[in-house]
Structures are given as structure tokens and as C-alpha cells.
């Protein structure tokens, strides 16, 4: 009997989780697999621990896929974009024309109408992008030659759901389609046409010229969990518009990161939204796992067995005849051909849509729905008889390149916090011709300096996320200098820890806060205040009459023994009794140090150097005119 309540309900999504992921992982199946398994387990036909409610939380679960495929497009910079235009207009293209013409000349020698075979070809055709794309993770196979093809592939297909929704409705009547479409069915054709487009371009044009700002005005709250709900809200008002004038939710968000994959903030908006992809996700596979209907299996075993295997085994074959043509290596035709024979979740979303039109029965309906989800559970089964028994028989699979998109160089040298101290820094190298890349929470600051061509990244340079979206993997050179000692000192620990062959250079804002970067293993260091401190004694030396060489001698004393003794004293910081009685001797022989250095306290006479002095020597023999 299955538990009323939203808590005990989520409670048993939880758990179910919690158990069966962990089990599957351990395994070698993989996490999609799990959450499947934990829905199939505790759903309507098994323990029947949930019942049909799990229809109401899929949809609330498809916005995991929303998300996921706003991230998608984050990562898809228009350049990128048309540099793989080949791969995902060749490939992807291909691959759902043909598929979409088996499968639906295979529902026709069946015996179903036209219509209703054309309508289960296209859905068919379409595999399941989160499957593949977290288990392609998961594997680390996502940058193999298959592991891209793969996603192009389901990018293309991602693309080609906005056609099948506007075909849909042309295949059913005019009578029957109008309840899927709300206040648009009401419009004449061009006036919807012209509404749709409207929304696309208040996507691009929002995206392009008012995220900037507004996001800009919120990030310069610096309160985190507003940023998360602005990039929420950014999110579900797109959904919400696109399904108000009857296009999906989940391409136009991905519509909408591909705009905001060029913004300084993209990775903020990677970093905030991850978390709800992932749980969301999960719900979304356990709700899969949950809607597979056993007693429609159990009524007709062998006819839904067939249907899974020919729906499986035909993908599989047409995408191993595309990888062949497309010249992939042997083992990964395997890997691409297995990896997408699967249904996808969009299945569930245009098989509803078709019901809605007339073109489904819901007795075709239903299996369909089954089908889908069995194969969507035995997807992860397909990667670990590619993985125990497949890769074996071949070579490494190699290790290639995006197709036709050369990979980006990382800037040797990151520089986290562009304020008083990392500007300048930052000025000198850009201006020595160093490529640099800057970390800064301040928005107005990273805007000044991406309107001046340098790489920024907006954020909290201490996530570990955002440094690895920098690059700090591949640099060779990080320069702390943010203005917060505490995120300092964090951000050093991180760097230490995650990234060791980095050298680090720190900005130390004190002797105190010295000492804390030698605790955590900075061992170079500079203090702010120190040379400018120097600048000024030296200032104070000429004034009073030494020469220039001795106010510059003595000032390069002082700072060689000071940073000494600052190292020495480091061990002593933590016991101040020790400290203070050991500090008073170093100060003493600094003193006496500078003071028997035999060239500080000639105030002349002495034939020594003075910058000022042969200035004036040149100017006078020079211009003996103006001397005189």
C-alpha cells in the first residue's frame, strides 16, 4: 500500500535513492541505472510503496531535463556551435531521417495507419540525451570520437523536437488539436508564427543585451542563495514562455544558454544550477523506473518483449551503419551504436502531445511508454557489455579531439581578484604580452576588463568548479590577490590541494596574514604595504640628506632581514609569549645590521652613486648654456 503525503513520499524517493544508486554504482551499472531500478522497485507495479502520483512528479522531475539542457547550451558557444555544424546537421540529421523512416515503415507492415506510424518513427527516433550524456561522464568516454558523436547526435535531435511539435498538429485535425495548444489555437496560422517567433527572439535579444546588467545588479548583492534564485527564475520564466505559445520548455532553455554561453557568467550559472540538475535528474529516472506499467507486461509478455528488442536491436544497426560511414574507429561504432538505441525522455513528451492529437491510442499509448522506459533501463546495461566484453577485443578507444574544433589553450597565468593589488599585476603581464585570466565577484570590475578583450570569470574564485572552468589544470602560474585574508587563505588550501603543479604567488595583506600563507605551504608572498612602506622611508632618507644610494641601500637591508626573520618567526606565531620575546632580539640585530653597513649616513663627499647627482652632471655638460 503506498504512503499518502508529500513528506513520506519524498521520503521513499530518498531513500530509494539512497539505497539503490550506491548499490548500482558499486556494481559498475552506473547511477541511471539505479535511480531506474529504485522507481521500477518501489513503484505501482512492484512494492507499490507510490502509486499513480508519480505521473504529476514526472513532470515536476522533466524539469532536471530543463536544466540539463540549459547547461547543454551554456557550453555551446555559437563558434563552437558552427564549428561542429558537420557532425551535428551530418550525423544527427542523418540519423533521425533514417531511423524516423524504418521505424515508422516497420509500425506500417504492422498494420497501423499512416499517420500513427509516422507519429511512433519520429518519436522513436529520439534517444535519451540524459542517459547517455551522464553515463558518457560517469565513464569519462565523453571526449572519445564516439562519446562526441553521441552527442551530436543528440544535440540535433534535442533541435529536431520543435519541428516534430509543429508537425503533430498538422498530422491530427484541426477539431482534434485543439486542446493541446491553449490561447494559440484561437489565432489565425500566421499570427501564431508570428508569436512563436516573437519568443525566440525575446530569448536571444534578453539574453544578449539585458542579462548582462541585470545580472550584473544582483551579483553586486553578493548574497549567494539570491543569485541561485535569480538563475531559478531566469530558467522557469523561459519554460513558462515557451510552453505559452506551445514549444517546449526544454529547447527553448537550451536556446537560451546557447545566447549566454559568451557571457561572463556562464559558469556562475553552471555552478548554481548543477545541484537541481543532478537531483532533479535523479527523480526524473526514478519516475521513469516508477511508470513502467507490469501488468501490461505481464498481460502480453512476448509482444512487448519483441517490441523492446526491435526497437533496440534496429537502432542499434542503423547507428552502427552510420559510425561505419562516418568513418568511427571499430570499438567506438560499438559504444556510439549501444549507447543511443535507447528511447528517449522526449518520448513520454510527444507520446502525450500525440494522445492529446488522436494520433496514439491509449492502448498504443501505453505500450509505447513501456517500451521506452525498458529500454531507457537497459541502456546501462548496453555500456557494460561494451565496457566487460566489447573494448577488451579492441585497442584503447582512442582518445581524439571535439570534431572539427581545435581544443582551447588555457591561459598560462590566472589572477584571482582584480582590485587595488591583481589589476596592476594583471596590467603588467597583459602589457608584456602574458595571457591572463581573472577570477572577480565584482561584476562591474569584470566588465571593464571583458570590454578590453582579457578572459574573466565571474564568481568565488575559492569553488572548485569555477577553477577548473578557468583552466587551473593546465596553468602554470596563479596570483592570490583578493581582498578578503579568510577566502585567501581558503583559496590557497584548494590550490594545494587539487592543483599541486600550479606555483603560487600570494598577496599577503599583513605580516599576520604572512604567516598564515607559510601554514598552508605559500612560500612566496608579497606584502602589500611593505615596498610602498620602503617607497616612503626611502622619500623620508633623501629629504634629510642622505644620498639616493644610501636611502636605497638601507632600504634593501631592511627588507632582506625582514622577510628572513618573517620566516624564521613563523613557528613562533601561535605562542605569542615566545613570539614577543624572540621578535624583540630580531629587531635589535636589525637595527645594528643597518646601522654598521659602513655606506649608510654619508651624507656627501664620498664619490658614491647618486641617480640625481649624474642627472644633473649630464644635464650640465649637455646644456652648458642652461647650466650657466
Known amino acids: 500500500m503506498h504512503l499518502e503525503g508529500f513528506l513520506a513520499q519524498a ?64 557550453e555551446l558557444r555559437p563558434a563552437r556551435l558552427w564549428r561542429l555544424r558537420g557532425p551535428i546537421f551530418g550525423m544527427g540529421g542523418i540519423q533521425v531521417v533514417v531511423t524516423s523512416g524504418v521505424l515508422a515503415g516497420m509500425a506500417f507492415a504492422l498494420g497501423v495507419n499512416w499517420k500513427a506510424a509516422l507519429t511512433l518513427g519520429l518519436i522513436l527516433s529520439l534517444s535519451s540525451t540524459a542517459i547517455v550524456l551522464q553515463t558518457l561522464a560517469e565513464k569519462k568516454w565523453l571526449e572519445t570520437q564516439a562519446g562526441q558523436s553521441s552527442f551530436a547526435v543528440l544535440l540535433f535531435q534535442d533541435l529536431a523536437v520543435i519541428p516534430m511539435l509543429a508537425l503533430l498538429p498538422l498530422l491530427g485535425s484541426a477539431a482534434e488539436s485543439g486542446a493541446s495548444h491553449g490561447h494559440l489555437r484561437s489565432l489565425p496560422g500566421w499570427a501564431q508564427a508570428l508569436e512563436t517567433l516573437g519568443a525566440v527572439a525575446a530569448i536571444v535579444v534578453g539574453g544578449r543585451y539585458l ?90 509478455p512476448g509482444r512487448i ?53 488522436n494520433l496514439l491510442t491509449p492502448g498504443v499509448n501505453a505500450q509505447l511508454v513501456a517500451v521506452v522506459a525498458i529500454t531507457m533501463a537497459i541502456t546501462p546495461l548496453g555500456y557494460l557489455l561494451y565496457e566487460k566484453l566489447i573494448a577488451p577485443r579492441y585497442q584503447k578507444v582512442a582518445e581524439s579531439g571535439r570534431p572539427g574544433e581545435v581544443p582551447e589553450t588555457p591561459n598560462p597565468v590566472i589572477i584571482a581578484g582584480c582590485g587595488r593589488f591583481g589589476h596592476v599585476v594583471g596590467r603588467m603581464l597583459i602589457a608584456q604580452g602574458v595571457p591572463v585570466t581573472l577570477i572577480d565577484h565584482d561584476a562591474e570590475q569584470i566588465e571593464i576588463f571583458r570590454k578590453l578583450g582579457i578572459k574573466v570569470f565571474y564568481g568565488d574564485a575559492t569553488r572548485l568548479d569555477l577553477l577548473h572552468a578557468a583552466g587551473a589544470a593546465r596553468a602554470r602560474l596563479f596570483v592570490v590577490a583578493l581582498d578578503d585574508e579568510e577566502k585567501s587563505n581558503r583559496l590557497a588550501t584548494e590550490l ?27 612560500t612566496r608572498f608579497h606584502r602589500e604595504t611593505l615596498g610602498s612602506a620602503l617607497d616612503l622611508s626611502v622619500e623620508a632618507l ?44 630580531y629587531v635589535e640585530d636589525a637595527d645594528k645590521a643597518i646601522r654598521s653597513d659602513s655606506r649608510l649616513g654619508e651624507s656627501g663627499g664620498d664619490g658614491a652613486w647618486d641617480t640625481d647627482a649624474l642627472r644633473a652632471e649630464v644635464d650640465r655638460l649637455t646644456n652648458p648654456t642652461k647650466a650657466s
Request: no cysteine; charged share 15%.
Open 11 to 74: 521520503f521513499i524517493y530518498l531513500l530509494a535513492a539512497v539505497v539503490a544508486v550506491p548499490v548500482a554504482a558499486r556494481l559498475g551499472l552506473g547511477s541511471v541505472l539505479g535511480y531506474l531500478a529504485a522507481g521500477m522497485l518501489i513503484g505501482p507495479g512492484v512494492l507499490r510503496l507510490i502509486g499513480r502520483e508519480h505521473e504529476s512528479v514526472m513532470q515536476f522531475a522533466e524539469f532536471g531535463v530543463v536544466i540539463m539542457l540549459f547547461l547543454i547550451g551554456l
Open 211 to 300: 542579462l548582462r546588467p541585470v545580472f550584473g545588479f544582483i551579483a553586486g548583492v553578493q548574497l549567494r542563495e539570491i543569485i541561485v534564485a535569480f538563475t531559478l527564475l531566469l530558467v522557469v520564466g523561459i519554460a513558462l514562455l515557451m510552453e505559452a505559445v506551445g514549444l517546449s520548455a526544454a529547447l527553448g532553455t537550451f536556446l537560451a544558454g546557447v545566447v549566454l554561453s559568451e557571457s561572463e557568467f556562464r559558469h556562475e550559472l553552471e555552478a548554481n544550477l548543477e545541484p537541481f540538475k543532478g537531483l532533479l535528474l535523479g527523480v526524473f529516472f526514478i519516475a521513469v523506473g516508477a511508470s513502467v506499467d507490469f501488468s501490461l507486461i505481464a498481460a502480453d
Open 305 to 357: 518483449l519483441a517490441l523492446v528488442l526491435a526497437l533496440f536491436l534496429t537502432k542499434a544497426g542503423l547507428l552502427y551503419g552510420l559510425a561505419t560511414a562516418f568513418k568511427l574507429p571499430a570499438a567506438d561504432r560499438w559504444l556510439f551504436a549501444l549507447g543511443l538505441a535507447q528511447g528517449g525522455e522526449f518520448a513520454f513528451v510527444l507520446a502525450g502531445f500525440a494522445l492529446a492529437q
Open 496 to 522: 594545494q590541494q587539487h592543483f599541486p603543479q600550479l606555483t603560487i604567488l600570494a598577496r599577503a595583506h599583513s605580516r599576520q596574514h604572512a604567516y598564515e600563507l607559510l601554514r598552508r605551504g605559500v
Open 542 to 585: 633623501r629629504f634629510l640628506g642622505f644620498r639616493a644610494h644610501a636611502a636605497q641601500r638601507a632600504a634593501q637591508l631592511f627588507r632582506q632581514h625582514d622577510e628572513a626573520t618573517l620566516r624564521e618567526l613563523a613557528v613562533h606565531w601561535d605562542d605569542r609569549t615566545k613570539y614577543m620575546s624572540v621578535i624583540k632580539g
